[in-house]
């Protein structure tokens, strides 16, 4: 049984960081590339940031500089850091897991593993 586990949210003011965790299990880590989407309330789920199979991050314009992905293929982990945040940022965020063999997948509809959703909320 796969399980991709967040941790680490919560309420922070804006320009400060949180730092959010995603275990996984029952599944080969390190042969799936690994996101974090996030979805506010009313809006779509978003792709946040990614990490392939290799270590290459993907990092749209929104997050380029603030956020940071990271994976630990030996303890099944990803990781999150989130910098200088902003209220906009305020959205549950979720871990997803991808089996694709190169690059990165965008759109969650491509994502076979999804965790739970962490809370993250940016106060002004």
């Known amino acids: 049984q796969v399980q991709l586990v967040e941790s680490g949210g919560g309420l922070v003011q804006a320009g400060g960081s949180l730092r959010l965790s995603c275990a996984a299990s029952?599944?080969?880590?390190?042969?799936?590339?690994m996101a974090w989407f996030r979805q506010a309330p009313g809006k779509e789920r978003e792709f946040v940031v990614g990490i392939s199979r290799r270590g290459n991050q993907y990092n749209p314009d929104s997050a380029k500089g603030r956020f940071t992905i990271s994976r630990d293929n030996a303890a099944n982990t990803v990781s999150l850091q989130m910098n200088s945040l902003k209220p906009e940022d305020t959205a549950i965020y979720y871990c997803a897991a991808d089996q694709v063999d190169y690059g990165m997948t965008y759109s969650a509809d491509g994502y076979d593993y999804w965790g739970q959703g962490t809370q993250v909320t940016v106060s002004s």
């Open positions: 029952g599944l080969p880590f390190s042969k799936f590339a």
